[in-house]
């Protein structure tokens, strides 16, 4: 293995990933539900999730500007490369617009973000029906994309693993060394 990531931007990935498998399938199983007082407790975890990722990005924002990515293995082609970090941008990017559409939406619609029952979010923006079915769409649309990026990412980490046997996966998940 040439350069491994470190284990703070391994911690952060893995978290994340967790977080993001657990937030996804929720958003998607509450949505159709009928109003009810478990309707709303999955809204609050799904919020609660949507918070976390949003500080944890930025956390992981602050450590990638301190501590740069190994560079990719030389034998990848240029245009891999340049795709690589594409999806890397893509991610943070919507790793803050997802969460933010999230609780900008809550704002719009007039219920407020409380993180883990305890910390009152403000409001970002006025009630606005309008605006709330705007942006609920965008969190909806933000979220499938995040899901394709997602797939392309461990379908590309997965070849490198299995076809182009470089230290791509294992630098992420040292024990495959």
């Known amino acids: 293995m040439k350069t491994p990531y470190t284990s703070t931007a391994i911690a952060l990935h893995w978290l994340m990933a967790v977080l993001l498998f657990m937030t996804f399938p929720l958003g998607i199983y509450m949505h159709d539900l009928p109003l ?3 309707k709303l407790k999955l ?16 956390l992981r924002m ?7 990515t190994p560079p990719l ?6 245009w891999q490369q340049k795709l690589a ?3 890397h941008h893509l991610f943070y990017l919507l790793l803050f ?16 973000t409380v993180w883990f029952g305890l910390i009152p979010l403000p409001d970002l923006v ?5 605006l709330g079915e705007w942006l609920k769409a965008a969190h909806k649309a933000l979220n499938i994309l995040l899901l394709i990026g997602v797939i392309v990412h461990v379908a590309a980490a997965v070849k ?3 076809v182009d046997r470089d230290d791509v996966l294992a630098r992420m998940l040292p024990f495959l060394k």
């Open 36 to 38: 009810s007082p478990e």
């Open 43 to 58: 809204y609050s975890y799904h919020k609660w999730i949507g918070v976390t990722i949003f500080l944890l990005a930025c």
């Open 62 to 68: 602050l450590w990638r500007l301190r501590h740069p």
């Open 73 to 78: 293995p030389r034998s990848m082609p240029d």
């Open 85 to 87: 970090k594409g999806i």
């Open 97 to 112: 617009l997802i969460p933010l559409s999230g609780w900008l939406m809550s704002s719009a619609l007039g219920v407020q």
């Open 126 to 130: 006025g009630e606005d029906a309008a």
């Open 160 to 162: 490198h693993h299995v």
